[in-house]
């Protein structure tokens, strides 16, 4: 999602946090506890970061440990540091609490040493550690996003960017339940580098390393191909049987659930597919895609926030990146039994999902069709959480 260091300015999310507003005397205080446990086993110390932009105002900056909003500086070009906006983290085995604002924002958490946040005069730089130049790309850090608003909130544990340190996230409502996501399995953290490691096709790639051996991260796919990592070309196969298969069928896109007799008919003609709605009219069409508009779900995949296109370019993102689209002519498929069936997928992603204790994961931008994807939610939030799992 985030290109480059300079480039990385404004935050993407991996999922939406919509939903209607909540009643006056049912509004969200200004700020709730979240308790971040550190299970990691790890010795390093950590450091916390809570930055975002303030939804009454629309000031980016970051959040203190009291919840207290302080607003970014000017930033210059070339980027200049930022504050340093860090809340030391628990140790090894305990627990601290801090406030959360309402913010529509990431909270970092880094061991070992303090990220390097710069500002740009469009605002703060965002790490890019797909780019070699990046000052954090030797440090072992992750994040997760969230939105607090009047209408509760949505916080998720995302794997878009990368796969990194691992983490759960969790909320707690009212009666007292907490909602959790984001735990891995019993030896899934080492169990998915393996496994990365042993896929045939520049797979291996996407992983980095330190000087000292540590494992930081598992790039994206996206970021691979754009780091030169991965091979362009790497779902090309897929894309070519899907375009022929397409030319000679339909592909029937059904995007709302709540809408079944809402359907867009696709039909290839050439380098294009066209959709039409029921009444037969052209309503959008794709250019063939390649691999990084597949991953990325962006470019010849993009996704306006819109009735049709939007809701099409998603089915069809998810279709790609599960592998879903030769096996069901009927889309979304939401059965995680066809997910990634073919030989050609999107091989980060699966080995992510098969790895989650629950199955769930945010692997790319819309994991969220057939709602696959790692992100809890609650309208009167009590507590949120962030446990930092062991590396096993």
């Not at 924002?105 to 797909?130: C, E, I, M, N, W």
């Amino acid at each position: 999602m985030l290109a480059a260091l300079a480039a990385a300015v404004i935050f993407a999310t991996g999922f939406t946090a919509a939903g209607p507003a909540a009643p006056a005397e049912a509004a969200v205080p200004t700020t709730i506890p979240l308790t971040l446990t550190n299970s990691s086993g790890r010795a390093d110390p950590v450091y916390i970061y809570n930055l975002g932009t303030l939804l009454t105002t629309g000031q980016q900056g970051w959040a203190d440990a009291n919840g207290t909003f302080h607003a970014w500086p000017a930033g210059g070009n070339p980027p200049t540091p930022a504050p340093d906006a860090s809340i030391a983290g628990p140790a090894n085995g305990q627990s601290v609490t801090i406030r959360m604002p309402k913010f529509s924002g990431r909270v970092y958490f880094s061991y070992g040493q303090k990220l390097d946040f710069r500002l740009t005069t469009g605002g703060l730089v965002q790490p890019a550690v797909q780019n070699p130049s990046d000052p954090n790309r030797n440090i072992l850090f992750n994040w997760t996003e969230y939105t607090l608003n009047d209408a509760g909130l949505w916080i998720n544990s995302t794997q878009v960017d990368m796969f990194s340190a691992p983490y759960a996230v969790g909320v707690k409502a009212p009666n007292g339940t907490t909602k959790t996501t984001g735990h891995l399995k019993a030896g899934g953290y080492n169990g998915f580098f393996d496994s990365l490691r042993s896929q045939p096709g520049g797979w291996a790639n996407l992983i980095q390393t330190r000087s000292d051996g540590t494992v930081l991260r598992a790039l994206s796919p996206g970021h691979g191909i754009g780091a030169g990592v991965l091979p362009a070309s790497v779902m090309d196969d897929y894309i070519n049987r899907v375009w022929s298969r397409y030319t000679t069928s339909t592909l029937t896109v059904t995007p709302f659930t709540d809408q079944p007799n809402t359907k867009y008919f696709g039909r290839v003609s050439g380098n294009t597919m066209n959709f039409t709605n029921s009444a037969g009219a052209v309503v959008t069409s794709f250019q063939k895609p390649d691999a990084d508009s597949i991953f990325g779900c962006y470019k010849l995949l993009d996704a306006p926030n819109d009735l049709v296109r939007g809701p099409i370019s998603r089915t069809l993102c998810a279709g790609f990146n599960r592998s879903t689209l030769l096996a069901n002519p009927n889309q979304p498929d939401t059965s995680p039994a066809s997910f990634y069936q073919d030989g050609v997928t999107n091989h980060y992603a699966k080995k992510i999902h098969e790895r989650m204790a629950d199955g769930k994961a945010y692997a790319f931008a819309f994991d969220d069709v057939g709602n696959y994807e790692s992100l809890v939610h609650d309208g009167d939030p009590q507590q949120a959480y962030i446990t930092l799992d062991p590396f096993n």
